[in-house]
């Protein structure tokens, strides 16, 4: 059963060289396709916003809510102080090991492993692509490289900046204080997105405080906010915002499930609907938002059923996919074969209802994840039936709610590799009293 832009039927979707190249509904199918039956074929979906390599950490319940993100980081970017009492959880739990883990940031190794074990989680929820901080890439070399996540420059439609405090970004380019790092200026960021050349993922108005709703404002002066600009959380934003937001053709990206956990609240969703303006659908992170994009769907279309399970399984795949300007998210000739298979809990007779079954899954009746037209991901039963020769297989049981398993293979490097990532990720996190987050929660 095939779920295309625009229709829905048993049919079947035919890949070459990493490619789409025909989709057909209804019909005659091909001799030496595979049936699956009646599941469901989807697009993959696209997280634009994870900050992948905390996946490593436990799950996070605050305490008390709070009212924007200082609250818990303390400092901004630019070394200021904002709050000198953040909250202690986050600061002994997260924060000082992290900051031991990855030496301050200058690991680069122990980096990238954190960031594949994100990587794994987020595949475990439907993602084959994921926007991740630059410097945080895997290391190819040592065969910790997932394929999709982090794609082939060529493969990205513009450079793609990332900016977590808007107040700190500096008129023109800048080498920051403390270290001789050349900060990208307002300037600079602001003619390549004016240009096409960039896109521009920031940070603005998480919480409900001053300072929070002080934020866009900060990307408007700095001429940052444009049609190739999204702005993540944005809870601070007043209907006048909103009304430049939609003026100026910018995407908003909505993280409902960390900003409950977080803050008690969420944005006015109605506010983005109303003036029609693209919303995707991201995690944020594991340790206070969903485990993966699976998880958000879910949390979103049962928590906001004014917005239909078609437009949100649009959410996770055509909007954010147009954002980065990508030809991924739709099943259609010429656009990139990442795709899943998910196992519908009842027949499925129309596009809604497919939509409907795709947005209430669970990460279970995930039973296969194509990269590029590689089964990277899935039950052993499909993925044995397409073999692959650039990619080991490697088994994974994902865990579930009653101390059951279920059992996937896994293929994302050359050699074996799970062993090893899990020995080293948890041993470093052991060393400072933390225990690793499971694949799933």
Not at 217 to 222: G, I, L
């Amino acid at each position: 059963m095939v779920l295309t832009p625009d229709g829905f039927g048993r049919g079947y979707v035919g890949v070459e060289d990493g490619v789409i190249r025909r989709v057909e509904i209804g019909g005659p199918t091909p001799s030496d396709a595979i049936d699956l039956g009646d599941r469901i074929i989807c697009p993959a979906f696209i997280d634009l916003h994870n900050h992948i390599v905390y996946g490593v950490y436990p799950r996070w319940q605050p305490a008390k809510k709070m009212k924007g993100r200082f609250d818990w980081r303390g400092k901004t970017r630019c070394k200021i102080t904002v709050n000198a009492a953040p909250d202690p959880h986050y600061q002994t739990h997260v924060a000082a090991p992290h900051k031991v883990i990855t030496n301050n940031g200058q690991n680069t190794w122990m980096l990238s492993r954190l960031a594949t074990y994100g990587q794994i989680r987020a595949l475990i929820g439907g993602a084959t692509t994921a926007v991740i901080d630059a410097d945080l890439s895997p290391d190819a070399a040592s065969g910790f490289a997932p394929p999709g996540f982090v794609r082939d420059p060529d493969e990205w439609g513009a450079r793609i900046w990332g900016i977590l405090d808007p107040t700190c970004v500096p008129a023109f380019s800048a080498r920051e204080v403390q270290s001789d790092r050349l900060v990208a200026g307002a300037a600079e960021i602001a003619a390549e997105l004016e240009g096409g050349k960039a896109a521009l993922l920031v940070h603005v108005g998480e919480g409900t405080d001053a300072l929070s709703a002080h934020e866009f404002q900060a990307v408007v002066d700095r001429g940052l906010l444009t049609a190739n600009t999204a702005l993540i959380h944005a809870l601070a934003l007043t209907p006048k915002n909103w009304d430049a937001v939609r003026d100026k053709g910018a995407t908003v990206v909505f993280s409902p499930t960390s900003n409950e956990t977080l803050y008690g609240t969420t944005l006015n969703l109605n506010d983005v609907t109303t003036r029609n303006i693209p919303l995707a659908l991201s995690p944020d992170w594991a340790i206070t938002g969903s485990s993966s994009m699976l998880d958000e769907l879910r949390y979103a279309a049962l928590t906001f059923p004014q917005v239909s399970p078609e437009q949100w399984v649009r959410n996770c795949t055509e909007v954010p996919a147009d954002f980065l300007r990508l030809r991924l998210g739709r099943i259609e000739a010429g656009a990139v074969a990442d795709l899943l298979v998910i196992s519908p809990n009842q027949l499925v007779a129309t596009r809604a209802d497919a939509a409907a079954e795709i947005a209430r899954a669970m990460p279970k009746q995930l039973e296969l994840a194509l990269c590029a037209g590689d089964a990277i991901y899935g039950s052993p039963s499909w993925m044995g039936q397409l073999p692959t020769d650039r990619l080991a297989t490697e088994e994974l049981d994902v865990p579930e709610p009653g101390g059951t398993t279920f059992r996937r293979w896994i293929r994302i490097a050359r050699d074996p590799v799970l062993p090893d990532l899990v020995r080293i990720v948890r041993t470093a996190l052991s060393r400072q009293n933390v225990t690793l987050a499971p694949w799933w929660e």
